[in-house]
């Protein structure tokens, strides 16, 4: 099968060209190669390529940043999905797109479902669910993987910073009132690779198309996060202090439980994630052996 991969350089999108390498005819574009601010270039790109199925893993994630850049943010999140759908929809083909747990605004007390209303606190959870939106109006075959607290051993995350610091201090406080579901690139990539080959197999239909939530089983605050970091990697020096979110203001506002519920993937597809305290070793055993 042919797959365009776009945001080829990014955590997901890294782990996504690992794992499909020799799998199946790819193109995997980074930014350097084609900007989805350009997206003429997206449509013409996906009309050329003709790809059975196009992988959108490229997003303007710079969360508090986005606050100054709304329309860029928008342009990229939200216009770039709505042409790669209306593309892809002309080719019969399908597109598998990353959302976001900031679509809600963390006021539940129980994982949130698909079901749920959405009501996004920033610039870039607002972009985000615009993008779910457009490719649910536009596109006819579709799955939207809403995840939440994305990481991997390398590139720019909590993971690499927390290992970082713990190298420059033996105290790091961290922020505890936030909960949610670290989820490692490499688990959502599984994911993604198992629903690419059920397409390959003819098992993928229209009505399947939707939104499924996929996050690394489980829940945890940044603080219990940082320290089980800390525990799987040997780095019992540092100690981890809880604090609350208002210790650490940002220019963007972040829902304080956004616990995803993955039961429609199940109930879908038969398919499951692991629990987020294993796939943060397997991340740190894989790193390691590398
Ligand atoms: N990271 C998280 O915690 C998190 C949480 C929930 C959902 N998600 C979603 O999961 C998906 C994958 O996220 P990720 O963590 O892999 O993000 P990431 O590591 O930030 O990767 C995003 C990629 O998109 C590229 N990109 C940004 N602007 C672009 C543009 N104008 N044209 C082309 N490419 C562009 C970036 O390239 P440059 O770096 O070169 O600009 C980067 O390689 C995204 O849809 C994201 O919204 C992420």
Not at 3 to 18: C, D, H, P, Y
Not at 28 to 51: E, N, R
Not at 181 to 200: F, M, N
Request: charged content about 20%.
């Amino acid at each position: 099968m042919r797959v365009l991969l776009f945001g080829a350089s990014g955590q997901v999108g890294t782990a996504l060209r690992q794992q499909l390498y020799g799998r199946v005819e790819l193109l995997a574009l980074d930014h350097s190669q084609l900007d989805l601010a350009d997206t003429g270039a997206v449509t013409s790109q996906i009309l050329s390529y003709k790809p059975g199925l196009v992988i959108n893993a490229a997003a303007y994630t710079a969360v508090d940043q986005a606050e100054s850049e709304p329309v860029q943010a928008q342009r990229i999140n939200a216009q770039a999905p709505a042409v790669m759908a209306e593309a892809v929809a002309h080719l019969g083909s399908w597109l598998f797109h990353y959302s976001t747990d900031y679509v809600f605004d963390g006021q539940a007390q129980r994982p949130y479902t698909e079901q749920d209303t959405v009501a996004p606190l920033s610039v870039y959870g607002r972009s985000k669910l615009a993008g779910e939106q457009a490719i649910s109006e536009l596109g006819s075959r579709y799955l939207i993987f809403r995840t939440s607290w994305v990481y991997a051993a390398t590139g720019r995350n909590f993971l690499v910073t927390m290992r970082r610091l713990a190298g420059e201090r033996e105290t790091l406080q961290v922020v505890d009132d936030q909960w949610g579901g670290p989820t490692t690139a490499l688990a959502l990539a599984d994911l993604t690779v198992a629903l690419q080959q059920r397409l390959d197999a003819g098992l993928l239909t229209a009505a399947d198309s939707g939104i499924y939530q996929a996050t690394c089983a489980g829940k945890t605050t940044w603080c219990r996060f940082a320290r089980a970091i800390f525990a799987e990697s040997g780095l019992h020096h540092v100690q981890v202090e809880p604090v609350p979110t208002s210790a650490y203001p940002t220019a963007a506002h972040r829902p304080a439980y956004s616990v995803l519920d993955n039961r429609r993937l199940f109930q879908s597809f038969g398919l499951s994630m692991p629990s987020w305290r294993e796939a943060l070793k397997t991340c740190l055993e894989r790193n390691d052996s590398s």
